[in-house]
């Protein structure tokens, strides 16, 4: 199946007034984790910009050691979902433990970025864009398009790069996952 960049959406729906966030209930887990993939997914063209304009302005400011941190934040994320692939442990980690996955992948390339003196660089070129992604994901409210859309990706009628992620962080919808296999074995 081929690649779809998901469309930019409009700023109004992207940062309306408060009326469409909400603090995400902290007690149901699967909920917000729910809350959090689908706004990835729905808005990830927008939050593709708004990561560029934040890595292009402290790329700008020091470039050099933008590219190492991006570099060696790749390579970290890569071993780790390769491993993840190959080790049953880090697969079971990663299966019970997402947020934890990705807290590991940034320590890690925190620690070497500060071996190489580009931490300034890693925490607002590289964390601060993921740290505004998740938040805003956290909070902003789900509508009914971002529903169906999010249906569209999770049974495979569309792939797109924010899709290709979550599902190398294994954090798709596992019903959805088991729809997807059914209908592509249906195909065959």
């Known amino acids: 199946m081929e690649v779809q960049v998901a469309p930019l959406r409009s700023w109004d729906d992207f940062v309306p007034g408060h009326d469409r ?6 007690k149901d887990i699967s909920k917000w984790n729910n809350r959090v993939v689908s706004n990835l997914l729905y808005y990830q063209t927008n939050y593709l910009v708004v990561a560029a304009a934040v890595v292009s302005i402290v790329g700008f400011l020091n470039p050099l050691s933008m590219v190492l941190g991006a570099a060696v934040v790749i390579l970290v994320f890569l071993t780790f979902v390769w491993a993840s692939h190959h080790k049953d442990f880090i697969h079971k980690f990663k299966k ?3 947020f934890a996955f990705v807290i590991a992948i940034m320590l890690l390339s925190y620690f070497l970025i500060s071996f190489f003196g580009g931490v300034m660089v890693f925490m607002f070129g590289i964390t601060f864009p993921l740290f505004l992604m998740f938040v805003h994901a956290s909070l902003r409210l789900r509508n009914i398009k971002n529903k169906v859309e999010n249906k569209m990706e999770s049974i495979g009628l569309k792939k797109t790069p924010m899709g290709i992620i979550l599902d190398l962080l294994e954090q798709q919808e596992e019903g959805f996952t088991k729809l997807a296999d059914y209908l592509s074995k249906a195909k065959e």
Do not use: T
Request: aromatic share 34%; no cysteine; net charge negative.
């Open 21 to 26: 966030f909400a603090v995400p209930d902290f």
């Open 96 to 98: 019970h433990y997402p």
